[in-house]
């Protein structure tokens, strides 16, 4: 079937990891009229030329994701744990970020943000690289090496959250899993939407999503957002920019290119949260800014391209090839704590310039065949991929021995320091990271009860990071080979039993105080799980238990001279047991669920560390041991095609250690929040929703660095939206 006949249809890329008819999903979330008409509601269908298409509507649910093996494998079919947080979900959630899309899956807990800036969260208690926030993809390229701030969705359709290590398929990640982010593709139906939202703390956006036909051959697609307010944070305010045009182009029946573009800017305060004085949290409200709102923006820029060709040989063979060009910066000045407050009130605090700039550069050629050998079918999968990453960072602080006071009351702050501290350069370096690897993959069907998964990928790297200042530049080229096997076991069309194991590896930046080059990180992983899908292919679950072990993790040097460096603290382990249910309960009852069980802990420390206290047993920082979150909706059809919807969410988040330095020990207390969601559809151009997110202003704590830089959650906020289709 050629990928003229889909695109003609309407029926959109649900990611580009190969712009693959056969990966083409609808855009739009089904109407709960709809889903309840009749037995066959899920299923949409579509006859041209008397071909016929099948398009599975499942509220909060997909069948299939594409991040996992690049190709449209169905979920219940892998040996792994695999999320998709759904359009309909996030529309029905009020989410417009991918914090917040990810607070709907399990084993998925916040950290530090670095100021507020960027996204970072850890899976199964691994968090990634801290200088650029945690690893994420979007279309299958890794969209996060750089300075790219807050991921805003207004060009989100999905969100795949791939539990356990991704090496084989995608090399360099953490092994507690991978997000990938799927775009909005351009269609040849012509749609427009306008959007409008307003709320607490003088918070407003706008957002469009227009697509449609240039001509019979080449489709667009433009989401532009943007967003300006300010913060339950004292004197913060904050804007961000997001705009994504895109395009198809139908070479022929049988080959597609396709081209996606970027450009973000944010501006905001660096702003570290509050701290615990002698560890006691809520000493200061959660509102308090300790930074100086003299200090101005931070101010983010990115600016990425992807472009994609597929061609489809025939039926059983296709080749699939892309590139992927990002320049992100990140410039401006910030004031944060320093110290504790000796006298309990008057908090020493430190001036810092940052004048940040990288270059990731990416591409991959694929090719995907079907074959059988004898009654065994397999699913093929040859690549190569590559890629080059510049990462420079030039950084200022304050002079250690500058005797100018630069502290603030934290009980009574008066901004507006007359004399700033004089600031000397701490850091000028420069990274080049080269990588290039082979890989393969065969999914066996060797019945319709037993299917298993096979990968191996080779990856060969070469780093060199040069210290302008102590004129050092160490150099390393390491190299990893990463397998993964798992196997599945089917008893009953509705039941999936797995099991699975797999290695990974990711290259940790920078170097020692020394100038040694860090060896990478190592990890192997092992999980088992049941997969379950109700009768009516309405409600999906997944249960899966794990156990990760990864060496040579790094953390800040302990020696207080040496805090811009790293150490080898030496094993790390992960296990734990994660539950996620989401689908349609009864008619027009939508729900959302999950819950983790994690013990992340330090299982073998460096002499350097334990002297320090990062002794075995230590857990992870912001990794609570229990989680849990539940997300319902319910849709009520009214008359002349009006309908309306209630709903809302509970989310709990177990006590936390709080700091990164074990002779901080203070602990983050567990919280447990609630929120509203409504909408109205008043015709079929109009919806108005109204959200109240922290429905009983719960003071609460998200994440941490250190006792001293604590982020806090947000309080009460009201959110109403109007959104028009034309």
Same mark, same amino acid.
């Given at each position: 079937?050629?990928?003229?006949?889909?695109?003609?249809?309407?029926?959109?890329?649900?990611?580009?990891?190969?712009?693959?008819?056969?990966?083409?999903?609808?855009?739009?979330?089904?109407?709960?009229?709809?889903?309840?008409?009749?037995?066959?509601?899920?299923?949409?269908?579509?006859?041209?030329?008397?071909?016929?298409?099948?398009?599975?509507?499942?509220?909060?649910?997909?069948?299939?994701?594409?991040?996992?093996?690049?190709?449209?494998?169905?979920?219940?079919?892998?040996?792994?744990?695999?999320?998709? +947080?759904?359009?309909?979900? $996030?529309?029905?959630?009020? #989410?417009?970020?991918?914090?917040?899309?990810?607070?709907?899956?399990?084993?998925?807990?916040?950290?530090?943000?670095?100021?507020?800036?960027?996204?970072?969260?850890?899976?199964?208690?691994?968090?990634?690289?801290?200088?650029?926030?945690?690893?994420?993809?979007?279309?299958?390229?890794?969209?996060?090496?750089?300075?790219?701030?807050?991921?805003?969705?207004?060009?989100?359709?999905?969100?795949?959250?791939?539990?356990?290590?991704?090496?084989?398929?995608?090399?360099?990640?953490?092994?507690?899993?991978?997000?990938?982010? *799927?775009?909005?593709?351009?269609?040849?139906?012509?749609?427009?939407?306008?959007?409008?939202?307003?709320?607490?703390?003088?918070?407003?956006?706008?957002?469009? /999503?227009?697509?449609?036909?240039?001509?019979?051959?080449?489709?667009?697609?433009?989401?532009?957002?943007?967003?300006?307010?300010?913060?339950?944070? /004292?004197? %913060?305010?904050?804007?961000?920019?997001?705009?994504?045009?895109?395009?198809?182009?139908?070479?022929?029946?049988?080959?597609?290119?396709?081209?996606? %573009?970027?450009?973000?800017?944010?501006?905001?305060?660096?702003?570290?949260?509050?701290?615990?004085?002698?560890?006691?949290?809520? &000493?200061?409200?959660?509102?308090?800014?300790?930074?100086?709102?003299?200090?101005?923006?931070?101010?983010?820029?990115?600016?990425?391209?992807?472009?994609?060709?597929?061609?489809?040989?025939?039926?059983?063979?296709? $080749?699939?090839?892309?590139?992927?060009?990002? =320049?992100?910066?990140?410039?401006?000045?910030?004031?944060?704590?320093?110290?504790?407050?000796?006298?309990?009130?008057?908090?020493?605090?430190?001036?810092?310039?940052?004048?940040?700039?990288?270059?990731? &550069?990416?591409?991959?050629?694929?090719?995907?065949? =079907?074959?059988? *050998?004898?009654?065994?079918?397999?699913?093929?999968?040859?690549?190569?991929?590559?890629?080059?990453?510049?990462?420079?960072?030039?950084?200022?602080?304050?002079?250690?021995?500058?005797?100018?006071?630069?502290? +603030?009351?934290?009980?009574?702050?008066?901004?507006?320091?007359?004399?700033?501290?004089?600031?000397?350069? +701490?850091?000028?370096?420069?990274?080049?990271?080269?990588?290039?690897?082979?890989?393969?993959?065969?999914?066996?069907?060797?019945?319709?009860?037993?299917?298993?998964?096979?990968?191996?990928?080779?990856?060969?790297?070469?780093?060199?990071?040069?210290?302008?200042?102590?004129?050092?530049?160490?150099?390393?080229?390491?190299?990893?080979?990463?397998?993964?096997?798992?196997?599945?076991?089917?008893?009953?069309?509705?039941?999936?039993?797995?099991?699975?194991?797999? !290695?990974?590896?990711?290259?940790?930046?920078?170097?020692? #105080?020394?100038?040694?080059?860090?060896?990478?990180?190592?990890?192997?992983?092992?999980?088992?799980?049941?997969? $379950?899908?109700?009768?009516?292919? !309405?409600?999906?679950?997944?249960?899966?238990?794990?156990?990760?072990?990864? !060496?040579?993790?790094?953390?800040?040097?302990?020696?207080?001279?040496?805090?811009?460096?790293?150490?080898?603290?030496?094993?790390?382990?992960?296990?734990?047991?994660?539950?996620?249910?989401?689908?349609?309960?009864?008619?027009?009852?939508?729900?959302?669920?999950?819950?983790?069980?994690?013990?992340?802990?330090?299982?073998?420390?460096?002499?350097?560390?334990?002297?320090?206290? $990062?002794?075995?047993?230590?857990?992870?920082?912001?990794?609570?041991?229990?989680?849990?979150? %539940?997300?319902?909706?319910?849709?009520?059809?009214?008359?002349?095609?009006?309908?309306?919807? +209630?709903?809302?969410?509970?989310?709990?988040?177990?006590?936390?250690?709080?700091?990164?330095?074990?002779?901080?020990?203070?602990?983050?207390?567990?919280?447990?929040?609630?929120?509203?969601?409504?909408?109205?559809?008043?015709?079929?151009?109009?919806?108005?929703?109204?959200?109240?997110?922290?429905?009983?202003? =719960?003071?609460?704590?998200?994440?941490?660095?250190?006792?001293?830089?604590?982020?806090?959650?947000?309080?009460? !906020?009201?959110?109403?939206?109007?959104?028009?289709?034309?």
């Amino acid at each position: 079937m050629s990928t003229r006949y889909f695109l003609r249809t309407a029926i959109q890329a649900s990611a580009c990891l190969a712009c693959s008819p056969s990966l083409w999903a609808a855009d739009a979330a089904p109407s709960p009229a709809d889903a309840a008409s009749s037995s066959n509601a899920n299923a949409a269908t579509t006859t041209l030329n008397t071909v016929e298409v099948k398009m599975v509507k499942q509220p909060y649910r997909n069948i299939s994701a594409t991040g996992a093996t690049k190709n449209d494998a169905l979920i219940k079919d892998l040996p792994m744990s695999v999320r998709v +947080i759904t359009a309909d979900l $996030l529309s029905d959630a009020g #989410v417009t970020d991918l914090s917040g899309a990810l607070d709907l899956s399990s084993g998925i807990s916040r950290q530090n943000n670095f100021g507020g800036l960027w996204n970072s969260y850890s899976m199964r208690g691994f968090t990634g690289d801290p200088n650029f926030g945690s690893d994420y993809m979007v279309n299958g390229f890794n969209s996060s090496r750089g300075y790219n701030g807050l991921r805003d969705g207004a060009n989100t359709n999905t969100v795949e959250v791939l539990k356990g290590p991704s090496s084989a398929l995608y090399g360099r990640g953490e092994p507690g899993g991978t997000v990938n982010i *799927t775009t909005k593709k351009p269609l040849f139906q012509p749609a427009q939407t306008v959007e409008l939202s307003g709320g607490s703390f003088n918070t407003w956006r706008t957002a469009v /999503d227009l697509t449609g036909p240039v001509n019979e051959s080449v489709a667009y697609r433009l989401n532009a957002a943007f967003e300006d307010g300010d913060s339950f944070r /004292d004197t %913060v305010h904050a804007r961000h920019y997001l705009v994504s045009p895109s395009f198809v182009w139908m070479l022929s029946d049988n080959t597609t290119l396709s081209y996606e %573009v970027e450009a973000v800017q944010q501006k905001a305060p660096f702003d570290r949260g509050v701290l615990a004085v002698n560890n006691q949290l809520g &000493v200061v409200p959660v509102s308090r800014f300790l930074g100086e709102p003299g200090d101005g923006d931070m101010t983010i820029k990115s600016l990425g391209h992807q472009i994609f060709l597929q061609h489809d040989f025939n039926d059983d063979w296709s $080749l699939q090839t892309g590139l992927s060009y990002r =320049k992100s910066s990140l410039t401006g000045y910030s004031t944060e704590a320093f110290s504790p407050p000796s006298d309990g009130r008057t908090l020493p605090r430190q001036r810092r310039f940052r004048d940040y700039n990288a270059t990731d &550069v990416s591409g991959r050629f694929e090719v995907l065949g =079907k074959v059988a *050998t004898g009654p065994v079918k397999h699913s093929l999968l040859f690549g190569v991929d590559a890629y080059s990453f510049d990462d420079d960072r030039y950084q200022m602080r304050g002079k250690p021995t500058d005797t100018v006071p630069y502290a +603030i009351d934290i009980y009574d702050p008066v901004y507006g320091v007359s004399t700033a501290p004089t600031l000397v350069p +701490i850091t000028n370096s420069q990274e080049r990271q080269r990588a290039r690897a082979v890989y393969a993959q065969d999914q066996l069907e060797f019945s319709e009860q037993w299917k298993a998964l096979v990968g191996l990928r080779y990856d060969k790297y070469d780093q060199t990071v040069t210290d302008l200042i102590n004129a050092k530049a160490p150099q390393q080229s390491p190299s990893a080979t990463s397998p993964r096997v798992g196997l599945v076991y089917q008893p009953t069309k509705t039941l999936s039993l797995y099991a699975t194991a797999s !290695k990974g590896f990711r290259p940790n930046s920078g170097a020692s #105080v020394a100038g040694d080059p860090f060896p990478p990180e190592t990890s192997r992983s092992y999980e088992v799980g049941a997969k $379950l899908d109700s009768a009516d292919s !309405k409600l999906t679950g997944t249960l899966a238990l794990y156990q990760i072990r990864k !060496k040579n993790v790094l953390t800040t040097d302990p020696n207080p001279a040496n805090i811009n460096y790293s150490i080898a603290v030496g094993e790390v382990e992960s296990k734990g047991v994660e539950l996620d249910v989401s689908g349609e309960v009864v008619a027009n009852l939508r729900l959302s669920a999950a819950y983790a069980y994690t013990d992340a802990r330090v299982t073998s420390s460096t002499t350097a560390a334990a002297a320090t206290g $990062l002794a075995e047993g230590r857990r992870f920082p912001n990794v609570p041991r229990n989680m849990a979150n %539940v997300f319902a909706t319910y849709y009520i059809p009214l008359s002349n095609g009006q309908r309306a919807s +209630i709903g809302g969410g509970v989310s709990y988040v177990g006590e936390r250690l709080g700091s990164v330095d074990a002779n901080d020990a203070f602990t983050l207390p567990a919280y447990t929040v609630f929120k509203l969601v409504s909408s109205y559809t008043v015709n079929k151009h109009l919806r108005l929703s109204l959200d109240i997110d922290n429905l009983f202003n =719960k003071a609460y704590y998200a994440s941490s660095y250190s006792s001293l830089w604590v982020y806090p959650g947000t309080e009460r !906020k009201f959110t109403a939206t109007a959104q028009y289709k034309f």
